[in-house]
């Protein structure tokens, strides 16, 4: 079945500083989106990624999805306090159309 | 309405007891589903609905059991469940199963 790979598992982030954290599907997906979670919270949608190639920007988030539309990254600039929580990305099939998640990137920010 | 909602929020019951959690969405989605969420864990997908009729079911036990009354409302019926499954349950809607899911807050359960 499709698998979701999503490193790192944990980031700790100087405020201020750069990070990113990479999706790996072992199939071709149809689309790609990705969600975050605050502590205590619930998966709240970012963005869909659904072209090969692809690239969006949301003010300090850059999200792009890979050529082959089996990878991913989100890429986060001058990281604050609020970005602190958990990153799922989520590919979905084009065959069922379930969505497999990656493992999820905890960020936590050191003021 | 924009928001998936989902009752109660907590929920704490024994192992023989029944008792259902409860989503609905008001934004004309056509699929809605029901995922298990385990701490420092991913959401798992349990069940698919689309059209009002169950299209995906995870292989679930069946002490787990799902309704999709109306378009709009989404039920899981719980009876004689086990300590392990106490998690974060957690509804989503999409206009399509091809389309961004959009999740509730979910009802965190405690089994005991």
């Known amino acids: 079945g499709q698998q979701v790979m999503q490193i790192p598992q944990y980031q700790h982030v100087q405020e201020g500083e750069d990070f990113t954290t990479y999706c790996n599907s072992s199939t071709t997906l149809s689309n790609i989106q990705w969600y975050k979670q605050r502590p205590g919270g619930h998966p709240v949608f970012l963005i869909q990624l659904v072209k090969s190639g692809e690239v969006k920007k949301q003010k300090r988030l850059t999200f792009q999805f890979g050529e082959a539309k089996k990878n991913s990254s989100l890429h986060i600039t001058a990281t604050q306090t609020t970005d602190v929580g958990t990153y799922f990305c989520a590919g979905q099939s084009p065959v069922d159309y379930k969505l497999s998640f990656g493992a999820g990137t905890t960020v936590t920010v050191r003021a | 309405d924009t928001e998936v909602t989902q009752t109660p929020k907590h929920l704490v019951m024994g192992m023989t007891n029944k008792k259902s959690l409860k989503c609905e969405q008001h934004?004309?989605?056509?699929?809605m589903y029901w995922y298990k969420q385990k701490a420092k864990k991913p959401p798992e997908l349990m069940f698919v609905?689309?059209?009002?009729?169950?299209?995906i079911n995870e292989s679930v036990p069946s002490r787990f059991s799902p309704e999709c009354p109306n378009s709009s409302l989404l039920n899981l019926h719980l009876h004689a469940l086990q300590p392990e499954d106490s998690a974060l349950y957690l509804c989503?809607?999409?206009?399509?199963?091809?389309?961004?899911?959009?999740f509730g807050p979910g009802t965190r359960l405690t089994v005991l």
């Open positions: 609905y689309s059209y009002e009729k169950l299209s």
């Open positions: 989503a809607s999409s206009p399509l199963t091809t389309d961004t899911q959009y």
């Open positions: 934004m004309g989605h056509r699929a």
